[in-house]
């Protein structure tokens, strides 16, 4: 006959091995954020004007990054496993441009035979990049997105840049991943939907033969 000690001695020590093993893998969760994926849902918010004349425009957005890895958490800490996004940025950066084409008076359409303009835009660098500066860790993103605009087979191709730069509270800390890299490329987008040489080479009539002013 076993002694009721004895059984609640080993219930006890199961219990203690299944709370070690618990916090184990809490800890392993926590420890960095090794794999750690990040959403980017940009924005683009800009002064509405009709400058576009409710001319169609269709927009294709792509993602051009080689690998969607985004650099290391930090690697002067603890935390340094790789950041990456977690999905596709391009559909919800093709909205954020429609919205800002919509804002400056343009009207986005489907591509088709009959819709002459076409704005193509590639993310093509989007990285995070922790620096320190003296006892205070800076989270620092950028974004580049390159954009190639066609009005009736005449093309205009501009560059643009998002960063930003958080000041982290302490030692250890993170930021918000989703948010640092969303408003990044939002500042982008931004730039490419208030860039009056864009808007002006997007509305204007062009023909095969010659440009109407």
């Known amino acids: 006959m076993k002694h009721p000690s004895t059984s609640r001695g080993r219930r006890l020590r ?15 969760a926590l420890a960095g954020c090794a794999g750690q994926q990040a959403t980017v849902t940009p ?19 792509a993602d051009a990054r080689p690998s969607a890895e985004v650099g290391l958490c930090n690697p002067a800490s603890s935390f340094a496993g790789k950041l990456s996004t977690a999905c596709d940025p391009a559909p919800a950066m093709r909205a954020a441009v429609e919205t800002g084409l919509r804002d400056k008076g343009f009207k986005p ?24 500066e003296g006892t ?4 620092k993103a950028v974004a580049v997105v390159t954009v190639v605009a066609d009005n009736n087979g005449q093309t205009l191709t501009k560059r643009y840049e998002g960063e930003t730069v958080w000041k982290l509270p302490a030692e250890g800390v993170e930021p918000e991943f989703d948010k640092l890299l969303s408003m990044t490329v939002s500042k982008a ?10 808007i002006h080479f997007l509305e204007k009539t062009i ?6 002013k």
């Open 207 to 212: 023909l095969r033969t010659r440009e109407l």
């Open 43 to 61: 924005s683009v918010v800009v002064e509405k004007e009709t400058l576009g004349r409710g001319v169609e425009v269709s927009v294709a957005v």
């Open 109 to 132: 359409a489907a591509a088709s035979q009959s819709v002459v303009r076409t704005l193509t835009v590639k993310l093509t660098e989007l990285a995070y990049k922790p620096s320190q």
């Open 14 to 28: 199961a219990s203690a091995l299944f709370a070690a093993l618990a916090a184990c893998v809490v800890f392993v």
């Open 136 to 139: 205070q860790l800076a989270a």
């Open 189 to 198: 987008l931004s730039r490419l939907a208030s860039d009056y040489e864009l």
